[in-house]
């Protein structure tokens, strides 16, 4: 992506900020003068470009990095935030480098920003866009509309999805629409959708203002750079963020209602009117069953290469997609020191059987033989016991032979405490390396995971529409309703139909709700969405939602699993304060408009 790092120095933030107020204070003297910075469209969208770099990336945050702050994993190592999400200790995303909140370790000579930052470069991605916004239009003399059009659009983007950002994490925040000098206390609203409307509005002026594709000959912004523009901000990407600010706003806990399906109606229809017009424009599709996994991860490429890339941090960093997968694959298999599974409730509860039932509604679901019978879904993503681990059979010999199949039951190879780095939970995931991603076979592979991706729009078009316009509902024109959207997705696994949603769940839209949860728990395993669906759905504090599990078992002389028992290996901490990070206390002193989040 041309110039995606370039460095201008006129009010460049660099280093990590402290506080909210270093964020806002006036930049320091550069030798650039702002009419020299914002004189064409080449030098304007250089200084664009650093907010693509500061757009924090869940997956690449810290090679070890473990950031499911859910009930979908549970790791190994104590030292990393995840263990301090569990214990309780959210100050700890202050302290603990390890998260993407505050700061992490993965910069490099080509990478202006520390991507694991979110709440220092957040900030200073807002700063950056009122820059632009309040410069660009009479500063740009030698510049054509268009020209001017794609600078203000990715600002305009950018000032809405920093705030979406911070709030999705901190609560409700003041709306920064200007450069700030000396008029930085303002005061934090009590209510999310007072902001989240002011959201909406510049998404709205990015979808005026972007292309649906840069690389449409009729698109002069992109055409020097044909070929190179997938990461470019494009109206599907403010449509997709405009109505995920709108559903969030909407969302029991945002709402700040105690019942789970306490949605704000007229909201919720706005949401869903956004992804239905995303959802029409042509260039997004879903990605057929055959080869899905090209939505998560390359054996070859660096980056994206789906039909359902709508939004996500711009480029890759080499290396960092090889740890990635270690973090996930069997440390025994790739000499990582460290594993994070997935926990056996997580995956009892969501992934189902092939007839679309859950596993505790289907008829046939087997608890003395619970591996077969499921959804296609479960054997692409989760690794069980007995499972063919090594693609080339000839690869492993002598000591090394124990690693040609999981071996997952008590005593087995690949189990902790057996293995320091095997599986604490009976599982392993899959989702984002390819069989061969191992010592013996050496396959690379870059993966990745993105902010928004096609099959995440249809799940909260469904979740909207079914709270805007219920169970058959649609907006004005459009011909897929919530029931159509989850079916259509189950479909892409299953053509047949015999996956789709059963009558059973179609009995009230309470009842639907939980089905499209669910759906969305196993189309969105592992993709960092989970900590903050649980917390929008005000479902928290329940114990369900609590608990990490695993299962204990033995084999048979057949193979099978058997003396199953389940454990709880952890109970997470979470209180009504846990549904908000602290902000920085620093920060609260401030002045009084800026209050501590409740509990903190």
């Known amino acids: 992506m041309r110039n995606l790092y370039k460095l201008i120095g006129l009010f460049c933030l660099v280093g990590v900020m402290n506080s909210c107020e270093d964020y806002l204070d006036k930049p320091q003297d550069s030798n650039l003068t702002i009419n020299e910075v914002f004189k064409n469209f080449d030098s304007s969208q250089g200084f664009v470009e650093e907010m693509y770099a500061m757009i924090v990336d869940y997956s690449l945050a810290f090679y070890a990095n473990y950031p499911y702050y859910g009930e979908d994993s549970v790791g190994v190592e104590t030292w990393i935030f995840d263990y301090s999400a569990d214990e309780g200790r959210y100050w700890d995303w202050q302290g603990n480098t390890f998260n993407y909140f505050s700061g992490g370790t993965n910069t490099s000579s080509g990478i202006p920003f520390d991507r694991s930052s979110l709440w220092p470069s957040s900030w ?6 009122n820059i632009v916004i309040a410069n660009a239009e009479d500063l740009m003399v030698d510049a054509n509309q268009q020209e001017i059009d794609a600078i203000l659009g990715q600002a305009y983007f950018f000032r809405a999805f920093f705030h979406h950002e911070i709030m999705k994490f901190w609560g409700p925040m003041p709306y920064i629409d200007r450069v700030l000098e000396d008029d930085w206390r303002i005061e934090r609203p009590s209510e999310w959708a007072e902001t989240a409307l002011k959201i909406d509005e510049d998404f709205d002026k990015a979808i005026a203002l972007l292309p649906e594709d840069w690389d449409d000959a009729s698109w002069g912004p992109g055409v020097q750079t044909a070929g190179t523009n997938l990461f470019r901000i494009t109206k599907g990407a403010a449509l997709a963020l405009k109505g995920k600010n709108l559903l969030f706003a909407a969302s029991p806990l945002m709402q700040g209602s105690s019942d789970t399906y306490g949605y704000n109606e007229e909201l919720c229809k706005l949401a869903a009117d956004a992804f239905a017009e995303l959802i029409q424009i042509p260039r997004y599709r879903l990605q057929e069953w055959e080869d899905y996994e090209d939505v998560f991860y390359d054996p070859s490429g660096l980056y994206p290469d789906s039909t359902e890339y709508v939004f996500g941090q711009a ?24 594993i994070n599974s997935p926990t056996h409730n997580y995956i009892h509860n969501y992934f189902g059987m092939k007839d679309g039932l859950s596993c505790d509604a289907s008829p046939i679901y087997d608890p003395n033989d619970p591996w077969v019978n499921r959804d296609p879904r479960f054997y692409k993503w989760v690794v069980v ?55 013996y076979d050496n396959q690379s592979v870059f993966s990745w995971r ?17 709270m805007g316009y219920g169970i058959d509902g649609k907006p004005a024109g ?31 839209p309470n009842v639907f709700m939980d089905e499209i949860r669910r759906e969305r728990a196993v189309e969105l395993s592992w993709e960092n969405h989970r900590w903050m669906d649980i917390r929008r759905w005000k479902v928290g504090t329940d114990m369900k939602y609590r608990l990490k599990t695993g299962i204990r078992f033995d084999r048979n002389s057949s193979g099978k699993p058997i003396n199953l028992v389940e454990e709880v290996i952890r109970t997470k901490v979470f209180d009504e304060k846990h549904y908000w990070l602290p902000l920085p206390q620093n920060d609260t002193e401030l002045y009084p408009g800026y209050p501590q989040n409740p509990g903190w």
């Open 124 to 129: 200073a991605g807002i700063r950056k866009a």
């Open 450 to 466: 993105l902010h928004v991706r096609l099959t995440d729009v249809y799940l909260m078009y469904a979740e909207a529409a079914v």
């Open 315 to 338: 480029g890759s960093v080499g290396w960092f997609g090889g740890y990635l997968a270690d973090s996930w694959q069997l440390g025994a298999l790739n000499g990582a020191n460290g």
């Open 385 to 439: 016991d007995g499972d063919q681990l090594i693609d080339n059979l000839g690869a492993a010999t002598g000591e090394d032979e124990v690693n040609r199949y999981a071996e997952f039951y008590d005593g087995g190879a690949h189990r902790h405490p057996g293995k320091s780095n095997g599986t604490r939970t009976g599982y392993v995931g899959k989702k984002w390396y390819p069989q061969g991603y191992n010592k």
């Open 478 to 508: 459009f011909n897929l309703s919530a029931l159509d959207a989850i079916n259509a997705i189950r479909e892409r696994a299953v053509p047949d139909g015999s996956l789709n949603v059963s009558a059973v769940n179609l009995t009230s």
